[in-house]
Structure formats: structure tokens, C-alpha cells
């Protein structure tokens, strides 16, 4: 035909297609979970969108989900009648990977199935993920309030390229026709696809309509709805099961791996929201690239209104998933609005303080689980003292550290465990930073704790000392930086250590001068210190000056 058209798949969806049919063969059935995740997201969509016009619904406001299949043909249908897409929208959605740091993400990849297919769970596999069963894939789709000749015929066989050529669609929406692959016949079955709905999305929030097969005379041929379809936060806790909260999961996350915990609350009162939150297993590739969606998914009175709404949570819970539903904004509400809501910043301090809760909870009841969140993303949490003053002391407590207790770099340590081990007439939190966790470890500054016993925390992220710029106490303690001003050990240090020192000093006056002399301007001060038990001398940063991983970021940043 006339506009007929072949095109390439960007560079990095050919990569992607190939790692995924190989590394997820033995996860196959998750494609359909996407593809409904989809459709779901596109019914999301549509509804949002006719908000404003309602003339989109084109007369049907029904939206639902179809599932078809024909055994003999080898197929499997999905049909929405969501959104659409126009002939950009699938060339750009169908054909390339939008998210920024892919390519370096897939230069990560090993060829090791097993490595490989927990990277790609934390990339997110999507519509692609239909190549695991299918050899040829067809979409038809339509966007919404567009006339019916612009419909669109998309037809790929995974191998590098996709046609796409304009036809006429009547119906809004998107048919996926998946031509199953011989070692996937499995999944042209009535039983199976009812089952893996059932299993994966039975709490979205639209039917998956399938034709009845009940052997009663009048039933078979009809339409039955398949799944629970109600949207799974709106349902109480009590009457959901676990597997049923980690699908969803999934489907909103797209995110392959079960969370490692959630939150599910009813507010009522003053304010008046559902949260339901999730704290991943696993960082996203993209944890640290800043323009990164982050973000709850917001619904108003059950309507989805927009994706990655970044207004509900600080900047360090960026790793929390989840959805908020509120019957206090305005089904209008736009993202600007959202920026200036007294509202919002109620549930946002409300919802901060569910996060750090969930977190605190995790650390206690499953102490292993809390070590994974803190592996993934206690990077992220560490900006939480300067970002969220007000919460600094609990967010202290979900701290880890290496320490000078365990001697390895692993940071499994926490405030709480520290000074449960602090020695009499302690009164202080001592703490070294450095470069890297062997320099720290092995610098001169800690030989008279190891003389003493006395443990230290060490810092060697690049954010440990900026972070520790906000922290000046934890439980009533002061934190002490061991390469900083004078060294007061309190009580620790007995009075024979004291008077020792100071005869130490006096012995040793002449020998300082002449090393001050020496240095002239170069130092500010040189003295005798009860710092060292084996190395003849160390430099110390003055109480107030800056530290020198701070240095060094300002002088990287032409400071
Ligand atoms: P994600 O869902 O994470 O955005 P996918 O690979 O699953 O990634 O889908 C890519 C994009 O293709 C979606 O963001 C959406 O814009 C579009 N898309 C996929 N399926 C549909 C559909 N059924 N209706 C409308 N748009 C769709
Ligand atoms: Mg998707």
C-alpha cells in the first residue's frame, strides 16, 4: 500500500528485544501483565483527558479491557478502549526508548541470564516484553477525538524493524494481536489467560472482559468479567493478600520484583486521602539522573490525574512508590497547583512521616530486608538531614554505618546499636571521613580510640560529610568528627591520662616551637596530642574549617 512505511527500532530497543527473549524466557507469562498495565494506563488516560472533553468518549463511556484468543490461529487479542495513539505516538512509543542513561545502562549487561534479567526488571521490560512469546505483533489503535481515518496499523517481528502504515479504525483505543510463538501455543487458552489475570491484574481498576465458556446454554459467548476490577487501594487492608498488594506493585512500579514492604492507609477527617506507599527491593538504573520520573501516581475521587506527582514526598523518599487518592483536590488540579496547596503540604508532611515510619518498622521487624533498602538507597535517604530538618532525628535512627566496631566496610550499624556500646562517661558520637573506607579506617587519628575501645563511625560516601554538616546530635549526643579542633574524650579519659598529657606537653615545649618554626604559616597551630599512639604525628582540621572531602567537592565544582 501507498503509506506503508518500514523503520528501524532505535539502536537500544534492538538491545533490549534481544537481553529480554533471552534473559526472561523462563518469565514469560509477565507480558501480559504489561499489556494490561497498559490498557489500564490508556483507560487512565482517556478518563483524565475527557475531564476536559468529554466529547473523547465519542458516546462510550465504558471502559473496559478485552481479552481474546483463537487456538487454532495461534493468537492472543488485547483491545482497550483508552487513549489511543496517533502514528507519532506509536512511532515514538513503539519504536524507542525514551528513558535517558539507557544505552549506559545496557553497556551494564553481562550476558549472565540470571544477572541480566534482575538489571532488566529494574529497567522495566513494557509493551516490548510481548517478543518474549510473540514472533509477530500487530497493534491497531486510534487516539482519541481523532477521525477514524487516522487509525494505525503497527506490525513488527522483533528483528530490528517495524511497519506501520495508516488505516481506518472506527473504534478508539488499541488491539494488540500477539502471533504466539510455537514454544507459547500455551497461551491461547481460555483457562490459562483467565488464571494469569486473575494472578496479575485483578485489582486494576477496569474489567478484562473474556467471552464466557461455561458449558449453561446461556452463558457461553457471553461477555464475563474476569477480574475483581476495583481499584486494590480502595479496598480495606483486611480483605487483601499479600500477593495481591506485590502485583500491584508491579503494576504501577513496572517493576518486576516483589517490594520489600507497603504501607496501605485511610485518612479520614481533617483530611481525607488514601495512601497506599511501596519501598522497592531494588534502585532503579536511574536513581540518580535528575530528570528521572519520581513520584506517587495521583488519583482524585478514584480518577487517575497524573503520573510521577512529585508534590506528596521529599526529594530523599524519592525511591517510595505508590498511589495517593484524595477526595480534597479538585478533579482539575494541575501540576502548578499542586506546588502551591496548603492541602498538599499536609498530606506530604503526613505522608513523609508514613515513609520514615515504614522504614523504621522494616529495620525492626525484618532487619535483613531493611539492610537490602539500605544497600539500594541509603545514598538517597543520607540527603534527608539537610533536605527535611525537621525530621533529622528520626531519620538519624535509619542510618547504617561502617564502624571501626565491626572493621569492614559493610555500613550495617545504626546510631541506636552505637551507643548501646558506648563506653562509661561517654557522652559523644565519634565519627572520621575520608576518601575511601581503607584511608578512613586506617588513619592515625583513630589510634587512641582502638587504645581506648572507644568505636567510631566510618564515613567514606562522597555525601558523608556534607550530611554530617546537618547532624550535630542524635538522642541527646553531640557528634564529634575525631580530625577535628581539640579531642575531648570526657570521661573516657581518666585523670592520670590528663595529668600525663599535660607533663607530656610541657616536656616536649621546645621541640613544638621548633616545628612551628619550622612550618611557619603553613599551619596554624602545632601541639602535643593524646591522639596518636603509633604514628609521630597527624593534621588536624580546625573545629569550623572545612573538611576536606568538602574541599575537594568545591574544588571539583570551581569553588
Ligand atoms: P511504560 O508503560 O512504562 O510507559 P511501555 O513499554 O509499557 O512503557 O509502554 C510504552 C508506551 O507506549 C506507554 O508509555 C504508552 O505511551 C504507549 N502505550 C503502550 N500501550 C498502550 C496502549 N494500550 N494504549 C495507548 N498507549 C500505549
Ligand atoms: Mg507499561
Not at 483508552?82 to 553497556?107: C, H, P, Q, W, Y
Not at 537490602?372 to 538507597?377: A, L, Q, V, Y
Request: with cysteine; proline share 2%; charged share 30%.
Amino acid at each position: 500500500e501507498a503509506n506503508k512505511e518500514t523503520l528501524g527500532f532505535q539502536t537500544e530497543v534492538k538491545q533490549l528485544l534481544n537481553l529480554m527473549i533471552h534473559s526472561l524466557y523462563s518469565n514469560k507469562e509477565i507480558f501480559l501483565r504489561e499489556l494490561i498495565s497498559n490498557a489500564s494506563d490508556a483507560e487512565d488516560k482517556l478518563r483524565f483527558a475527557a475531564l476536559k472533553d468529554d466529547s473523547l468518549f465519542e458516546g462510550d463511556t465504558e471502559l473496559h479491557i478485552r481479552l481474546d484468543y483463537d487456538k487454532e490461529a495461534g493468537t492472543v487479542t488485547l483491545t482497550d478502549n483508552g487513549i489511543g495513539m496517533t502514528r507519532d505516538d506509536v512511532i515514538a512509543n513503539l519504536g524507542t526508548i525514551a528513558k535517558s542513561g539507557t544505552a549506559e545502562f545496557l553497556k551494564q549487561l553481562s550476558g549472565d541470564e540470571k544477572k541480566d534479567s534482575k538489571l532488566i526488571g529494574q529497567f522495566g521490560v513494557g509493551f516490548y516484553s510481548a517478543f518474549i512469546v510473540a514472533d509477530r505483533v500487530e497493534v491497531k489503535t486510534r487516539r482519541a477525538g481523532a477521525p477514524a481515518s487516522e487509525g494505525v496499523h503497527w506490525e513488527s517481528k522483533g528483528d530490528g524493524e517495524f511497519t506501520i502504515e495508516q488505516t481506518e479504525r472506527e473504534q478508539r483505543g488499541t488491539e494488540i494481536t500477539l502471533h504466539l510463538k510455537s514454544d507459547a501455543q500455551e497461551f491461547a487458552d481460555g483457562w490459562k489467560l483467565r488464571t494469569l489475570v486473575k494472578k496479575y491484574s485483578d485489582h486494576i481498576s477496569f474489567p478484562v472482559i473474556m467471552k464466557s465458556e461455561s458449558e449453561e446454554e446461556d452463558k457461553k459467548g457471553e461477555d464475563e468479567t474476569v477480574n475483581d476490577a476495583t481499584a486494590l487501594w480502595t479496598l480495606p487492608r483486611t480483605e487483601i493478600k499479600d500477593d495481591e498488594y506485590k502485583e500491584f506493585y508491579k503494576h504501577i512500579a513496572h517493576d518486576f520484583e516483589d517490594p520489600l514492604t507497603w504501607s496501605h492507609n485511610k485518612v479520614e477527617g481533617k483530611l481525607d486521602y488514601t495512601s497506599l506507599l511501596y519501598i522497592p527491593k531494588r534502585a532503579p538504573f536511574d536513581l540518580y539522573n535528575r530528570e528521572a520520573p519520581r513520584g506517587l501516581k495521583l488519583y482524585v475521587q478514584r480518577v487517575f490525574i497524573m503520573d510521577d506527582a512529585e508534590q506528596f514526598l521529599p526529594l530523599y523518599l524519592r525511591f517510595t512508590k505508590g498511589v495517593i487518592d484524595s477526595n480534597d483536590l479538585s478533579l482539575n488540579v494541575s501540576r502548578e497547583i499542586l506546588q502551591n496547596d496548603s492541602t498538599v503540604d499536609s498530606i506530604r508532611t503526613a505522608m513523609t512521616k508514613r515513609v520514615l515510619d515504614t522504614l523504621s518498622k522494616l529495620a525492626k521487624k525484618q532487619p535483613e530486608d531493611y539492610q537490602t533498602f539500605w544497600d539500594e538507597f541509603g545514598t538517597v535517604l543520607k540527603e534527608g538531614p539537610a533536605e527535611d530538618f525537621s525530621n533529622r532525628e528520626k531519620i538519624a535512627g535509619l542510618l547504617r554505618f561502617a564502624t571501626t566496631h565491626t572493621g569492614e566496610s559493610a555500613q550495617n550499624v545504626s546510631l541506636d546499636d552505637y551507643i548501646g556500646r558506648m563506653k562509661d562517661g561517654q557522652n559523644k558520637i565519634y565519627y572520621i571521613t575520608g576518601d575511601n573506607f581503607t584511608a578512613a579506617k586506617s588513619s592515625p587519628h583513630l589510634e587512641v580510640f582502638r587504645k581506648k575501645g572507644v568505636e567510631v563511625l566510618i564515613l567514606s560516601d562522597r555525601i558523608d560529610e556534607w550530611m554530617m554538616g546537618y547532624l550535630s546530635e542524635y538522642d541527646g549526643k553531640q557528634f564529634q568528627d575525631v580530625a577535628r579542633g581539640d579531642l575531648d574524650l570526657g570521661e573516657v579519659e581518666t585523670e592520670e591520662d590528663k595529668k600525663h598529657q599535660e607533663e607530656v606537653a610541657e616536656e616536649h615545649k621546645g621541640l613544638v616551637e621548633r616545628i612551628q618554626s619550622a612550618l611557619e604559616d603553613r599551619v596554624q597551630e602545632v601541639r602535643v596530642t593524646n591522639r596518636l599512639t603509633d604514628s609521630p604525628a597527624c593534621l588536624v582540621v580546625g573545629q569550623f574549617d572545612m573538611g576536606a572531602q568538602m574541599k575537594k567537592i568545591m574544588e571539583a565544582a570551581g569553588q
